[in-house]
T-cell receptor
């Protein structure tokens, strides 16, 4: 059982280049999330999705776009990368669970992005 | 708005000694609180959660956390630290919106000294 898989794990970009991070989960989870992790700032929510075909903005959405065309995949795009987007990106998912849902997230292992 | 604070960036403890990693929270309504652990070059892993009920919550790897409503705290504890407990620990609170997103603290790096 792979859980949450992120690709690529490492990427170096030049300012202005574009790229897409792919997150795939095999747990049939409804909810998916993209976070970024920066030293001293913890994890900050970029965008999230509550189901296939839906997306919503989190705390720090500027400069990013997302798509959830299939339930198992959640893509994070950078249209014009900036040095401020150098970070480690984590995807996470959780089930809907109804009234018993208690919010436990399952995380991927991260994608380290450097923008020069 | 909800928030969590982890007042210590770094905690050092000797192997075999008890450890505490502190967390305070601010949330409207009932708090749903979580602890996650991150080992080097890995994603976060769930440790334990408080939803309702007993104020002392037991979780994975011998960790427990004490919910204190009057002090708005949710400190992570372990009676006897292991070197393998050395990692980055995050406290998180669930927001009160329909999306039930988690908001994370800034993290505390725990180092257990042999």
């Amino acid at each position: 059982n792979a859980g949450v898989t992120q690709t690529p794990k490492f990427r170096v970009l030049k300012t202005g280049q574009s790229m897409t991070l792919l997150c795939a989960q095999d747990m049939n989870h409804e909810y998916m999330y993209w976070y970024r992790q920066d030293p001293g700032m913890g994890l900050r929510l970029i965008h999230y999705s509550v189901g296939e075909g839906t997306t919503a903005k989190g705390e720090v959405p500027d400069g990013y776009n997302v798509s959830r065309l299939k339930k198992q995949n959640f893509l994070l795009g950078l249209e014009s990368a900036a040095p401020s987007q150098t970070s480690v990106y984590f995807c996470a998912s959780r089930g809907a669970g109804g009234t018993t849902n208690t919010g436990e997230l399952f995380f991927g292992e991260g994608s380290r992005l450097t923008v020069l | 708005a909800q928030s969590v604070a982890q007042p210590e960036d770094q905690v050092n403890v000797a192997e075999g000694n008890p450890l505490t990693v502190k967390c305070t929270y601010s949330v409207s309504g009932n708090p749903y609180l979580f602890w996650y652990v991150q080992y080097p070059n890995r994603g976060l892993q769930f440790l334990l959660k408080y939803i309702t009920g007993d104020n002392l919550v037991k979780g994975s790897y011998g960790f427990e956390a004490e919910f204190n409503k009057s002090q708005t705290s949710f400190h992570l504890k372990k009676p006897s630290a292991l070197v393998s407990d050395s990692a980055l620990y995050f406290c998180a609170v669930r927001d009160g919106t329909g999306a039930n997103n988690l908001f994370f603290g800034t993290g505390t790096r725990l180092t257990v000294i042999p």
